[in-house]
């Protein structure tokens, strides 16, 4: 299986605050890499396909780069509604695999 | 706008079979084009993917439950199914269904139901 490693696993930030969000993989996955939000008790949602596209109707301040085994999600200047768990995950190769999740509070 | 909705019971005894159904709706179930995935979040911990199936009834599951994981499809009804036998503790957790869609050459999963969590107690 890919292992899936996200860091950091929490991280207090501020409205307008810039932050970055990062996720290694245990092998090369080209771009292979999506990035979903998930508010507290609702389901994942789908920010950042293919490493760096952004899924239609998500902000334009969310963003995705990397490829093969390091990838980043940066929120460029944070809104109160981003205040939420961020999880990557791999479809290179089944089983999929997802990050730990980092979650982000306001500080 | 396509619309997951998971349903079943939410209290399963150890060493009985969970069973959860997802009715998908704003598109057919049969159209092909995409996979039709069961995943779970264990409380306190990560996603885990359980497997998923193909409009043809195709499936493929995660290596670390393929043995107790059935996922069947009606395309009558526009449902997908989980069955996953001999539960324990561990299999507590909340179940999502999500699509796949294989058009997007890197499959993400682009629409999740809103999960539904399961007990597993006595």
């Known amino acids: 299986d890919i292992q899936m490693t996200q860091s950091p696993s929490s991280l207090s930030a501020s409205v307008g605050d810039r932050v970055t969000i990062t996720c290694r993989t245990s092998q090369s996955i080209s771009t292979y890499l999506h990035w979903y939000q998930q508010e507290s008790g609702k389901a994942p949602k789908l920010l950042i396909y293919a490493a760096s596209r952004l899924q239609g109707g998500v902000p334009s301040r969310f963003s995705g780069s990397g490829s093969d085994t390091e990838f980043t999600l940066t929120i460029s200047t944070l809104q109160p509604e981003d205040f939420a768990t961020y999880y990557c995950q791999q479809s290179y190769s089944t089983p999929y695999t997802f990050g730990q999740g980092t979650k982000l509070e306001i500080k | 706008q396509v619309q997951l909705q998971e349903s079943g019971p939410g209290l399963v005894k150890p060493s009985q079979t969970l069973s959860l159904t997802c009715t998908v709706s704003g598109g057919s179930i049969s159209s092909g084009g995409y996979y039709w995935s069961w995943i779970r979040h264990h409380p306190g911990k990560g996603l885990e993917w359980i497997g998923y199936?193909?409009?043809?009834?195709?499936?493929y599951y995660n290596p670390s439950l393929k043995s107790r994981v059935t996922i069947s499809i009606d395309k009558s009804k526009d449902q997908f199914s989980l069955q996953l036998s001999s539960v324990t503790a561990a299999d507590t957790a909340v179940y999502y269904c999500?699509?796949?869609?294989?058009?997007?050459?890197?499959?993400?999963?682009?629409?999740w139901g809103q999960g539904t969590l399961v007990t597993v107690s006595s």
């Open positions: 199936i193909y409009s043809t009834g195709s499936t």
């Open positions: 999500a699509r796949v869609a294989l058009v997007v050459a890197t499959r993400p999963f682009d629409y």
